[in-house]
């Protein structure tokens, strides 16, 4: 095993996935919005990052769209790709009450999803674009594994202040206040349809930028990297976290991508038990998420440490 | 149409609900055959009265914009509010309570009223600015205020979970107020509070009445809201049965027989 190297991934990859966490934080656990489609805001990030910067389609490309920008102009496009995604589909579902806007967000996403597997004037289809660049080969004496953990957690941690700042500012007490109880909140002058939406876009935001640096980590954008069981995944490391603080969905992520590093990692004797530890590692994620939901730690963690304050 | 409320002058009423009506389920809660309609004047205390189910609650729910009237228009200070939405409503200057009290839970007592002021300082600009912390210091000291005007002073820092059911009321009461509306609509107000806490109500309603503040009272208390209110409102299966002053209202003939009862007259 190397410790190095796990801590080194799950870095990167608690980081990319931690940003789009604490926007599902924001938007759920703060706005009070069920989005069972957030895979398709994190495409839409990675999709534009590698349109944007890969070079102009030659020969055998079936891709229609390249524009060779750098890739600093690409990051902002892929958040701004993302943002213009949130507001297209906020538009029409986010006047939908709890389980209907979970499962028009659900559709949303689904539709995204067969529609980059058929497209391939955009998208390439199913083959995706395999011709995202990375940065800069050269970092001089820096490992570029370093740089790319080290620019993703920067993103995470520049997401995690900008929100914590935005939910402990009298904003953040107007969308709580929202989510208890929308009549009274109505009642009491607060435009709970313009700040909904107004959180809906804030978020897509970091996520559109995680989707730009996850397809400059993996080189890749592809419809399988983009399932309806990404969703998923950011869902259990948020109820693992706890939804009441924004340290909880980061905490959650890590955890979760720690667990399943050490699973693929491990160095098995068999196939067999790889196999054997790989359907496992469902099976204890799913225990630890009932455990979760039924003790609620990090809840009460949280609960402590506000009443202490 | 014809209701004059108490200024006897040619002021346009601050309120005028015009032949407004809500069904539910094909039954009829508010407006009978050609709706509902009734006029308030500004700075004058009405109360609301009638049986379980005449229409109180949703005569509310229409005025404040909770629910969308099938028919009829509603017009506040010169603005036709006609299902408008419940924020613009209340940021036009109507306050209104719940029958059921509603609070928001995770957020403590003094937090709730807070809440209830429209503070610049609640902007999505201006949480990554500096100016927030002026605005919120000014409506802080407003909400202690008010907390101590209800009679809540000392819980400002409990849970909303920690409040009796009077006080989740007085509670709710305080978050209107914070807002300086220009007219509060109260659904039953003194019901599950205590003697002690009526009469401090009481006070309340009075003293905002004398500041000129326009009061609209729905409530089954009468010994209450008789003794405080100018012009009486009664309602019987959605329309409007009379209305008149409370020394009219206490012996009039169909008032006793469709809602106080005979024994009330003694
Ligand atoms: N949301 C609703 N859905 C269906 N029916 C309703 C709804 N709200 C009120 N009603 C019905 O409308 C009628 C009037 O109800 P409302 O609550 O306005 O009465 P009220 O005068 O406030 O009575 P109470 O004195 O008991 O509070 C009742 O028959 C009630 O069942
Ligand atoms: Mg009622």
Redesign the pocket.
Known sequence: MNWLQIFVTVVTLGSIFGVVTLSLNLQYARGGMINFGIVAYFAVGAYAYAIFTQPAPQGLDQYKFGFGWPWPVALVAAATAALLFAAITGWPTLRLRGEYLALTTFAFAEVFHSFLLNERRIGNGTVGLANVKRPISDWGPIEEKYVFAGAAALLMIATLLVFRRLLRSPYGRALDAIRDDEVAALAAGKSVQRMRRQVFLISAIPIGAAGGLYAMFTTLAQPSLFTAEVTFIIWIALVLGGERSVYGAVAGTFGLIFFEEVVRTWPFETVRSAQIAASVEHIVTGLLFIAVLRYQPFDRIAERMKATR | MNNTASTPTAEPPLLEASAIS?R??G?R??GGEDGLSFAVSRGSFVGLI????????????LISGV?ASDSGAVTFDGHDITNAASDTIAELGIGRTF?TPRAFESLSVLDNVVSGATSPGERLRAAFGRAWRTHESVTVDAAKRTLDRVGLTGRADDLVSDLSGGELRMLEVARQLVRNPVMLLL??PTSGVDPVLQKRLAALLAELHREGMTLVV?E?NLHFLLALAEHILV?TH?ELLTEGPPTEIRTDAAVISAYLGDDYAA
Request: aromatic fraction near 8%; charged fraction near 15%.
């Open positions: 809500k539910f389920a039954l809660a508010v009638g049986p379980n189910g005449a229409g109180k609650s949703t005569t509310f729910n629910l029958q659904d039953e729905v089954h309602l959605g």
